[in-house]
């Protein structure tokens, strides 16, 4: 077949034959190149569960491109796992990741012309990255999750990663004998998927479906559930459905789907995360999206999934309830859902919802007469310590008020120092500065720390607020994302051990009991540390990262 014949633009014309010879060199033949180009984006690692099983599900979704008359063209970029590298300097990295997923995605996609793509995702960050590129590409293409990991069995109950991390303050203030601690460690996480409960992962995950670019009850059909080669064939098939019908990610991405997404997250109590990563993704379809929005749309939807970390049940019991299908259904019944937001099957939001298929007697989301709350789970506080805003998640278990004295710790490690030595008491406000976008650099989670005030028994009767973030699987009365950061000389930069701090969550106020005067006073003699890198992508990321009260992106 002459060069002349092969129609797709990228590969077409005697000028590309020695592009098309280096692609038969890899297997590709003269009437795959005449086809659509499918990217297959996979973010599989063999480091950790969470994207453990992608490479499986990248040969049913490559059948499911054939099938349809495209070519697949697979490809790997990074991933870092949250729960592996928690509490350490490596979690730094993971918020960094979200960038380089996007930005490697978009340079593979852009390099060879793909005509769709099907990016696979499994851990926190491979999820918005994934989205971020799909909205700056543009181009027809879906977002496929991997799917949640079964929850372990120990001492007779459900448990997740989350147990593990709340398992290390029960043991080191002796609570917890070593065998039992060990046992469920080993018990706690049984294969692949992702983490189980709402936090981060599952959250995104969700999101992803209530934005569009997911196929809607395609999330939670479980990692390792026999049905998921059989969803990521269609998602093939459904990514060169989206090419001929032309229908691309900007074009579902409107502010209405924002809407969708953020009821979503606030309606199952989600991970405080979805706020940095909603407004990434929101920032590359050209979305306007503020803080305020997720508070105004959080404060009007109820709290209706009794999912971990501060509800009963795991990712893999919403699945046999019914699936996210169910929330959709009752968001749409309760008027709080944009039902001609379109979706990536084709059909709006709405009809998606119309098609949910309930389990008698699911226990897992509530109904809308009987919710867990009136209002969803997240909150946007500000005040004199958060002037740009900060972020807590308000689930039924969560206090709503707290004041005491600052125990105040410029970094993670020096927290889990104190925590470790009992040096933490009742009533304190534990502050962890220095951990934001720009002075971690990476806005590292908190959960190892507040895991192990849970642990410890502090967990109603001790508060935190940070400019780093909170996993998905921190419960408590945690303040994350505290703006502007103390590296950029916002207010938790002058904050003095034993000042006096007020978390008002009803009242939407993070306030330290300093006068103005004092506050510019002390921040006039303050001096920025230096950088924790002075080269490589760290240091890159730490020049470029933006506020977290607007994503912290870098673009």
Request: charged fraction near 20%; charge should be neutral; aromatic fraction near 4%.
């Amino acid at each position: 077949m002459s060069g002349s014949q092969i129609r797709v633009s990228g590969l077409s014309g005697s000028h590309r034959a020695p592009a098309r010879a280096m692609l038969k060199a890899v297997g590709f033949t003269d009437d795959d190149l005449r086809k659509p180009l499918v990217g297959i984006a996979n973010t599989w690692i063999e480091i950790g569960p969470c994207n453990l099983h992608l490479r499986r599900l990248a040969v049913a979704v490559k059948d499911g491109v054939r099938a349809a008359g495209g070519t697949p063209m697979e490809f790997n970029t990074v991933s870092v796992s949250d729960g592996i590298t928690m509490g350490t300097e490596g979690m730094r990295m993971s918020l960094v990741s979200r960038e380089v997923i996007a930005d490697s995605i978009e340079l593979v996609a852009r390099a060879n012309m793909f005509d769709a793509l099907v990016i696979l995702v499994g851990c926190d960050k491979t999820i918005p990255g994934a989205a971020m590129a799909l909205a700056r590409l543009d181009i027809p293409g879906l977002v496929l999750y991997g799917g949640s990991i079964a929850p372990g069995r120990w001492q007779g109950k459900d448990v997740t990663i989350q147990d593990v991390f709340e398992a290390v303050g029960a043991f080191d203030c002796g609570k917890l004998g070593a065998e039992e601690f060990a046992a469920l460690e080993n018990a706690a996480c049984p294969g692949a998927g992702a983490c189980g409960g709402q936090f981060t992962a599952n959250t995104m995950a969700t999101a992803c479906e209530f934005l569009g670019l997911s196929p809607f009850g395609s999330a939670t059909v479980p990692a390792m559930n026999a049905s998921k080669d059989d969803v990521s064939r269609q998602a093939g098939a459904l990514a060169m459905d989206l090419l001929q019908r032309g229908l691309r990610p900007r074009q579902i991405l409107t502010p209405a789907a924002f809407e969708n997404a953020i009821a979503a997250v606030a309606a199952t109590g989600g991970s405080t995360n979805a706020v940095l990563h909603l407004m990434a993704i929101a920032k590359e379809a050209g979305v306007p999206l503020s803080l305020e929005d997720f508070d105004r749309i959080s404060a009007s939807v109820p709290l209706l999934a009794d999912l971990k970390p501060g509800g009963r049940f795991v990712a893999t019991d919403l699945y046999a309830a019914g699936g996210t299908t169910v929330v959709a259904e009752r968001l749409a019944t309760a008027g709080r859902l944009q039902q001609s937001s379109m979706t990536v099957t084709g059909r709006s939001i709405g009809e998606e919802a119309a098609r949910a298929t309930e389990t008698p007697g699911q226990e897992v989301v509530r109904s809308l007469d009987s919710p867990l709350q009136p209002s969803g789970g997240l909150a946007i506080l500000r005040g004199n310590l958060a002037p740009a805003g900060c972020v807590v998640k308000a689930t039924k278990t969560t206090p709503r008020h707290h004041r005491g004295p600052a125990r105040v710790f410029d970094s993670e490690e020096q927290t889990a120092e104190a925590l470790a030595a009992g040096k933490i008491h009742a009533g304190d406000v534990v502050v962890i500065r220095y951990e934001g976008p720009k002075g971690g650099p990476g806005m590292r989670e908190m959960l190892a720390v507040t895991a192990a005030i849970m642990g410890a028994g502090l967990g109603e009767s001790v508060a935190l607020i940070t400019d780093g973030r909170f996993s998905g699987a921190t419960r408590g009365l945690m303040a994350g994302h505290v703006a502007p950061e103390a590296a950029s000389g916002g207010p938790i930069a002058a904050i003095r051990e034993g000042d006096v701090i007020t978390i008002d969550v009803e009242g939407r106020k993070l306030h330290v009991d300093l006068s103005d005067e004092e506050l510019r006073a002390r921040l006039a003699t303050w001096k920025a540390p230096a950088p924790r890198y002075a080269s490589g992508v760290m240091a890159k990321y730490a020049k470029l990262v933006s506020c977290a009260s607007i994503g912290a992106v870098t673009g």
